[in-house]
């Protein structure tokens, strides 16, 4: 299966804060956040592994081509990667949606720290339910709020995706910003971009609108690295592993 990682964001905040290095190579546990989601990415048998990053991080670029040249811990990695600044995260998806034709995949942001277990989990169910024909996407989902702005998300009984919400007082879960998706998702991303929208939030209901099955997979808990003191939150979260 093919992974996508959007890392084109400035990390404004974090930098404000006082972090020097860019989003992609602050580190968690000692190792940059890009180096954790490849290797988590490679235990779940990854066929090829596409990044975006923006013109301005030239030491992520440095990173990813030396990633792409010696591997990741004496592993090659099936890596490419996309240099382009992009005005929000839904066109970064754009900028790298021409190589995720051909069968399912799974998209998230740089910073998003969740269980490698649970990912595991989700992955194989995702598989599971795009084989079998019930769904044309799987959205990680969690009961876990600590987003500045959640997007909510209304499930069915059956978790099924019913719609995507800025507020809610009833939403049980918010997306976990964790996309497992497939080639169909691609024309609602297309139609999209012509109406001059942007947020990967606004693709999602956009999904919804199209018609598309879109389940949710609940993470026990997930995490966005936004300000310096995420850092340590997401520290103290993978080593109670």
């Known amino acids: 299966m ?6 084109a964001g400035d990390g404004s905040r974090l ?23 490849l290797d988590v990415f490679m235990q779940n048998d990854a066929e090829e592994i596409i990044v975006i990053c923006n ?3 030239s030491s992520v670029v440095a990173h990813l081509r030396e990633l792409q040249r010696d591997g990741l811990d004496g592993v090659r990695l099936p890596l490419r990667y996309v240099v382009k600044t ?4 839904m066109h970064s998806f754009f900028e790298i949606s021409r190589y995720m034709g051909g069968g399912a995949f799974c998209v998230t942001t740089v910073d998003t720290i969740f269980r490698p277990d649970e990912f595991g989990g989700y992955i194989r169910a995702f598989k599971s339910e795009v084989s079998a024909g019930k769904c044309q996407g799987m959205m990680g ?8 702005k959640p997007l909510y998300v209304q499930t069915d009984e059956a978790m099924g995706i019913t719609a995507f919400l800025d507020t809610s007082d009833s939403c049980r879960y918010v997306s976990a910003g964790i996309y497992g998706l497939t080639p169909s998702s691609l ?7 012509r109406r001059g929208e942007s947020r990967m939030r606004n693709f999602q209901r956009a999904m919804i609108a199209d018609g598309l099955v879109l389940r949710a997979y609940p993470f ?9 003191s995420d850092i340590q939150k997401a520290e103290e979260f993978l080593s109670a592993e």
């Open 141 to 148: 989902v969690t009961d876990y709020i600590d987003d500045e």
């Open 187 to 193: 024309p609602t991303l297309d139609g999209c971009m």
């Open 55 to 57: 013109d301005r991080m």
């Open 220 to 228: 026990s808990k997930v995490l966005d690295v936004d300000h310096a």
């Open 2 to 7: 093919k992974y996508a990682i959007i890392a």
């Open 15 to 37: 930098a404000a804060e006082g972090v020097a290095e860019p989003k992609p190579l602050v580190r968690v546990g000692g190792r940059p956040l890009i180096d954790r989601l």
């Open 86 to 89: 992009t005005p929000s995260s």
